[in-house]
């Protein structure tokens, strides 16, 4: 089965950091494209990264302003997201995504993870 | 950029059709035809319905249908079921980035 996996969310005081992985199974990894994306309590959802297959490109939400950085390690099949000054308006369930597309793009995701949770406050 | 623009809620009975619009300016689309649509049922995670505008997943009903006419793109639910009831989002690379819908909640009466 094709599934993604994260961890690493939790409470964390403003201004703190954290770090989320994605741990891919079931698929060639390093053939896929990969996306963070997240969702505030009761709200739409938010782009936040975007990094492809052999980390060549990396994009990501303007609002973000440099404080987190997408990267991923192919030979353990895991995506991560460094998050640092985080605020409250970071509160939010955190989902890793895959492309449909094998070895390029379609911005379509056909795999999300479960999602973890990051709560951002004093 | 901001999101783009659908209507917060449509409603319908079992048996009808809807379309679901999502409004952004040119930048927003970028020129690409990389639209995407998403269901999210309460508590769930999304799933993908629909995307490059109106190819659909392997597995997802052909009641789903995606089309794009400037910069507007539309998802249109055909013999609305009760287990359509749920949110649903657009989203769009726009060239270097990626924004999503207001989201739409549908309703089947």
């Known amino acids: 089965e094709e599934q993604l996996v994260e961890s690493g969310g939790g409470l964390v005081k403003p201004g703190g950091s954290l770090r989320l992985s994605c741990a891919g199974s079931?698929?060639?990894?390093?053939?896929?494209?990969m996306n963070w994306v997240r969702q505030a309590p009761g709200k739409g959802l938010e782009w936040v990264a975007f990094i492809s297959t052999s980390s060549n490109y990396i994009y990501y939400a303007d609002s973000l302003k440099g404080r987190f950085t997408v990267s991923r390690d192919n030979g353990r099949n895991t995506l991560f997201l460094q998050m640092n000054s985080l605020r409250a308006e970071d509160t939010a369930v955190y989902y890793c995504?895959?492309?449909?597309?094998?070895?390029?793009?379609?911005?379509?995701?056909?795999?999300w993870g479960q999602g973890t949770t990051v709560t951002v406050s004093s | 950029q901001s999101a783009l623009t659908q209507p917060a809620s449509v409603s319908a009975s079992p048996g009808q059709s809807i379309t679901i619009s999502c409004t952004g300016s040119?930048?927003?689309?970028?020129?690409?035809?990389?639209v995407s649509w998403y269901q999210q049922h309460p508590d769930k995670v999304p799933k993908l319905i629909i995307y490059e505008v109106s190819n659909r997943p392997s597995g997802v009903s052909n009641r789903f249908s995606g089309s794009k006419s400037d910069n507007t793109a539309s998802l249109t639910i055909s013999g609305l079921q009760a287990e359509d009831e749920a949110d649903y989002y657009c989203s769009s690379y726009t060239g270097g980035s990626l924004i999503f819908g207001t989201g739409t909640k549908v309703t089947v009466l």
């Open positions: 079931g698929f060639k990894f390093s053939d896929y494209n």
């Open positions: 995504t895959r492309d449909l597309e094998v070895r390029g793009w379609c911005f379509g995701w056909d795999i």
């Open positions: 040119s930048s927003d689309f970028g020129g690409y035809d990389y």
